[in-house]
């Protein structure tokens, strides 16, 4: 029915629709943290797009990878989602010159410093102004582009700031990589029979009412994981 290489082993402990949540999700977060961004314990992370699922699950396995995580969310009240998450500061990604107000607001919270690694997920602005709140030798990796604009970028900014951009496709490491895949989604199921992590699951629809599922998102109402149920079970 499917690859086989696209199959995964699930521990009794972890219910099905948890196991649905967790897959793409966790998957690309955790590629973006461990290869594209290398992230260290003790270092700092952006996540942008942070009420999302790929955003929940940067900030969880950031915090199990030992890091201080700033969610930035660009409506501001979906904050509760990101603390749950276990954010330990929230920054607002909405409003006027983001290019500059985003680096002030990660400088407000980090006493200058800036940040080490940036998971940014939303583009745009957002995306200019989380390159501006790097560290030296910072990283920002490419996830995504909620926002419908994909944003371009000034290379002499990447050499006089000596940070790196990269991007992340989890499609292609569970294509070319199977093995590696394999050994991270054990490590996430791990994580979650551990209790380190979960996907908050806001809702689930029968797969019939698929558009009602579809409006959550198209409505920017989502947080967390919305669930497709392919049979009700018995």
Not at 45 to 60: D, H, K
Not at 90 to 107: C, E, P, Q, T, Y
Not at 188 to 195: A, K
Not at 198 to 219: C, G, H, T
Request: charged share 25%; proline share 3%; aromatic share 8%.
């Amino acid at each position: 029915v499917v690859p086989q290489h696209e199959c995964y082993i699930l521990p009794d402990a972890i219910p099905l629709d948890q196991a649905a949540a967790l897959g793409i999700a966790f998957q690309t977060a955790y590629f973006a943290l461990v290869d594209r961004a290398r992230i260290k314990a003790g270092e700092t992370v952006l996540v942008t797009g942070a009420s999302g699922s790929v955003g929940i699950a940067a900030i969880q396995l950031a915090k199990v990878f030992g890091a201080t995580v700033i969610a930035g969310l660009t409506t501001p009240s979906k904050e509760a989602v990101a603390r749950e998450a276990g954010a330990d500061h929230v920054i607002d990604l909405s409003g006027d010159n983001l290019k500059d107000a985003i680096r002030d607001r990660i400088f407000a919270v980090t006493d200058g410093a800036g940040v080490d690694v940036v998971i940014e997920i939303v583009g745009g602005e957002v995306f200019t102004g989380a390159l501006r709140a790097l560290k030296f030798r910072g990283r920002l990796v490419v996830v995504g582009f909620t926002s419908g604009i994909i944003p371009e970028m000034r290379t002499n900014y990447v050499l006089l700031k000596n940070i790196a951009v990269t991007g992340v496709d989890r499609g292609q490491y569970r294509d070319r990589e199977p093995a590696w895949m394999h050994r991270a989604q054990d490590e996430i199921f791990r994580y979650c029979v551990e209790g380190k992590v979960r996907m908050p699951i806001q809702d689930s629809f029968a797969l019939e009412d698929y558009i009602k599922a579809f409006d959550v998102i198209r409505n920017r109402q989502v947080r967390g994981k919305i669930i497709l149920r392919i049979k009700e079970e018995s």
